[in-house]
């Protein structure tokens, strides 16, 4: 876990250099605006999730308004679904199999890609899996409160 965790996070931050593109530089200004502004328009954009939007305001209010910052913001989101997936792979892999997927997941170019971009992806990929998760655990032990918590805030 921790090796697939260095190399991907690693992966994601060579390669974040790279100018933003529209959609990113999109989500960036609209970031960077004063919070009420950057409220409103979230809400108007109908193609970009607003929630994104407002994380990445304030990530941005806290580490700066960097291109290199705005990356960074999806390189923790999908350290995040690292180590869900790990959680769901370790049900049913180990030793080498559970590395080798682990290792896929940090190279594999889709997920490089789309890992650090300025935008919401790597936010659904850690959704996505945390829901997943949280539902397994949940028919592991259907009557556990905790779980169908967990699992009614992840979904």
Do not use: K
């Amino acid at each position: 876990l921790v090796m697939a965790l260095l190399i991907g996070v690693g992966t994601r931050l060579v390669h974040s250099g790279f100018s933003l593109d529209t959609d990113e530089a999109f989500s960036s200004r609209v970031a960077a605006l004063p919070f009420a502004d950057a409220a409103m328009a979230a809400l108007h954009d109908r193609s970009h999730p607003p929630l994104h939007l407002l994380v990445l305001h304030a990530w941005m209010r806290v580490f700066s308004e960097s291109e290199f910052a705005a990356r960074a913001l999806s390189v923790c989101a999908f350290a995040g679904f690292m180590l869900v997936a790990w959680r769901i792979l370790r049900r049913y892999a180990n030793g080498a199999v559970l590395a080798g997927a682990m290792l896929l997941l940090a190279v594999s170019p889709l997920y490089v890609y789309y890992g650090q971009m300025v935008r919401p992806y790597a936010f659904v990929m850690l959704s996505s899996a945390l829901v997943f998760e949280r539902y397994l655990a949940l028919a592991d032990a259907p009557g556990d409160p905790w779980r169908r918590r967990t699992w009614a805030g992840a979904c």
